[in-house]
Every structure is written in structure tokens, then in C-alpha cells.
């Protein structure tokens, strides 16, 4: 693939943010720029984004000038799960000619990094996925690369209402790059943010 890499990407970013305190954290301020920022920032590459939640807080975080490939919708039902946001996002970006998409979850703040060393392995991506693996072994789903055609089949045959990711994906068949731990913290509540940015100290 290489220099010819052609993507679309979904960003996640419809989630109630509950345990953030009242705090939507989408446009969260981590290392000077909102979270989502980093996510965007991270699939910049990608000749289309969709963005996927609520108007609103997205405005608030990127300001009301979108990039021309940045499209935006909303799971239904809205605030519907990660399945849900993900099927959202394939319909807004049908019709679209790259071979991959990249799903990615907007609440990872190392995001760019992450990203980077999947595209260093993509040449791997020879079946149906490539995704981050977690230290501990676990298969990071809202972090990787997948063929357009396996996401929109799945999407035919599951509506995605009350499925997880992992029996979302669980047929594909997907190769996995091994990604450090602090790529991978996602920041779910302000204790996360604490510990995240505490750790960046040392």
C-alpha cells in the first residue's frame, strides 16, 4: 500500500461523557488542544472524516470552520454505542472510494501516535483488519484499519442496536500491532485525567 495508502476514518465521539462530571469530553482541553483534536489530527491523512455525535460540542471543540472532508452525523438511536456510531459513520461516507477506513475512539489523547505505528505496519493489513494490541493482550476494535468491504457487509447483516464491538468484529479476521499502554489510555473520567496527565510528569 504504502505511498498510495487511500483511507476514510470514523471518529467516535457521541458518547454521554457521564462520568466526566458534567463535562463533554469531546472538547476537553488535554496538552493544550481539545481531545477530539488529537483524534482528527491523528487520521489527518484520511481523504474523508466523518465525525460522529452531536453538532454541538463538536463546533465547541473545532471550531465552526470545518476542512472540506469532514462530514458529521449521529448514531440513531443518538448516544446508541460504538456499534451504532460506527454504522452511522459508514452511511455518511457511502459512496466512497478508498479501500480502508480507520475507526478510532475520540477519547485518546496519544492518538496520533498510535496511529502512527499502524501505518508503519499497514502493508500487514492483508485480510480483513489491522488493530492495536494492548499489552495485556486485549484487541483495541475503535483503534485500527478495516476493509471498506468487511465493515459494510457486517453493517448489512447486523443493524447495530445493543451489539458490542467485539461481536461486532468478531468474524473478521484481523492482524494486530503490538501498541505501548500509554498510546493506548483513553481518558473516561476525570480520575484518567489525572493519572494521564500525572504521568506525563515523569
Known amino acids: 500500500m504504502g505511498e498510495s495508502l487511500k483511507y476514510d476514518a470514523i471518529v467516535l465521539a457521541g458518547g454521554r461523557s457521564r462520568r466526566m462530571v458534567g463535562r463533554n469530553k469531546v472538547s476537553l482541553p488535554i496538552g493544550g488542544k481539545p481531545l477530539v483534536a488529537s483524534a482528527v489530527e491523528a487520521v489527518s491523512g484520511a481523504e474523508r472524516i466523518c465525525l460522529v455525535g452531536p453538532r454541538a460540542p463538536l463546533d465547541e471543540a473545532l471550531g465552526p470552520d470545518w476542512d472540506p472532508r469532514w462530514v458529521q452525523t449521529q448514531e440513531e438511536?443518538?448516544?446508541?454505542?460504538?456499534?451504532?456510531?460506527?454504522?452511522?459513520?459508514?452511511?455518511?461516507?457511502?459512496?466512497?472510494?478508498?479501500?480502508?477506513?480507520?475507526?478510532?475512539?475520540?477519547?485518546?489523547?496519544?492518538?496520533?501516535?498510535?496511529?502512527?505505528?499502524?501505518?508503519?505496519?499497514?502493508?500487514?493489513?492483508?485480510?480483513?483488519?489491522?488493530?492495536a494490541l494492548a499489552p495485556d493482550g486485549y484487541t483495541?476494535?475503535?483503534?485500527?484499519?478495516?476493509?471498506?468491504?468487511?465493515?459494510?457487509?457486517?453493517?448489512?447483516?447486523?443493524?447495530?442496536r445493543d451489539l458490542s464491538v467485539r461481536r461486532f468484529m468478531a468474524p473478521a479476521r484481523v492482524s494486530?500491532?503490538?501498541?505501548?499502554?500509554?498510546?493506548?489510555?483513553?481518558?473516561?473520567?476525570?480520575?484518567?485525567?489525572?493519572?494521564?496527565?500525572?504521568?506525563?510528569?515523569?
Open 77 to 131: 438511536p443518538a448516544f446508541g454505542g460504538p456499534v451504532a456510531g460506527i454504522v452511522a459513520g459508514l452511511n455518511a461516507l457511502r459512496g466512497g472510494s478508498a479501500p480502508l477506513v480507520a475507526v478510532l475512539a475520540c477519547d485518546l489523547p496519544e492518538a496520533p501516535g498510535a496511529i502512527e505505528h499502524l501505518l508503519a505496519r499497514i502493508d500487514e493489513l492483508t485480510e480483513d483488519a489491522l488493530c
Open 140 to 160: 483495541q476494535w475503535l483503534l485500527g484499519f478495516y476493509r471498506r468491504e468487511f465493515l459494510e457487509g457486517r453493517a448489512q447483516e447486523i443493524p447495530g
Open 176 to 202: 494486530t500491532v503490538p501498541v505501548a499502554a500509554r498510546l493506548l489510555q483513553d481518558l473516561d473520567s476525570p480520575q484518567d485525567v489525572a493519572e494521564y496527565l500525572a504521568a506525563g510528569k515523569d
